[in-house]
């Protein structure tokens, strides 16, 4: 597709329980980044790909997130253990890296619920 | 640390102007950009600055000072469309790209 799509679009989950979050960027993209946005908040920075590399994963929450970039395209997020308090909508977006003005583009998000 | 910040909540009226601000102090700068974000959607992206200056476009402009840490977006002939979440995000490298989103300005317009 033309733009970043996220799967599922909504997941429902009881706690305990792993969750894996899919993001296909845009073609081309060698930037992938993962975000997570509770209700009425900003964007919390989670990890950020260059290809398959995370230069950056100082966001993640804690060792119950990971991710993993194959191909330099799909993105996988995964938690593990899942807590409530990871109720909350997670944002892929991409963009060309390493050139001025690259904007991102972000996916609808998948919105997590762990009950 | 990394931080940005943006007024929580500002109010206009429809046809009215609204400038909405966003001072930064970031290990790194490569650039500055706006994003609009309305309710249950994804954020779109608005503006980018990486020089002082203004930048133009229609009837948002977007504002930077790198010395002083501090951008505005400017929004004129404000529509009711406009209320949405306005979010500021630093991109801290030119060869990481990595952005770091303020926690966005909520703007509700009213007739």
């Known amino acids: 597709g033309a733009g970043v799509s996220q799967s599922p679009s909504n997941k429902v989950t009881e706690k305990g329980k792993d969750v894996e979050l899919r993001c296909d960027p845009i073609?081309?993209?060698?930037?992938l980044y993962w975000y997570r946005q509770s209700l009425g908040q900003g964007l919390e920075f989670l990890i950020y790909f260059q290809g398959n590399s995370a230069p950056d994963k100082s966001g993640l929450p804690s060792d119950r997130f990971s991710a993993e970039r194959t191909g330099g395209s799909v993105s996988t997020l995964t938690i593990q253990r899942t807590q409530q308090e990871d109720s909350a909508v997670y944002l892929c977006?991409?963009?060309?890296?390493?050139?001025?003005?690259?904007?991102?583009?972000f996916g609808q998000g998948t919105r997590l619920t762990v009950v | 640390g990394q931080n940005i910040d943006q007024p929580t909540e500002m109010t206009a009226t429809e046809g009215a102007i609204v400038q909405i601000n966003c001072t930064y102090q970031?290990?790194?700068?490569?650039?500055l950009f706006w994003y609009q974000q309305h309710a249950g959607e994804a954020p779109t992206f608005l503006s980018y600055n990486v020089l002082d200056g203004l930048e133009e476009k229609g009837r948002f402009s977007s504002f930077l000072s790198r010395s002083k840490g501090y951008s505005y977006l400017l929004l004129k002939e404000l529509q009711m469309k406009d209320s949405a979440s306005y979010l500021c995000?630093?991109?801290?490298?030119?060869?990481?790209?990595?952005?770091?989103f303020g926690t966005g300005t909520r703007l509700q317009v009213f007739p």
């Open positions: 970031t290990s790194g700068f490569n650039g």
């Open positions: 977006a991409s963009s060309f890296a390493g050139t001025p003005n690259t904007e991102a583009f």
């Open positions: 073609s081309g993209h060698t930037a």
């Open positions: 995000a630093v991109s801290l490298s030119y060869n990481t790209d990595k952005l770091i």
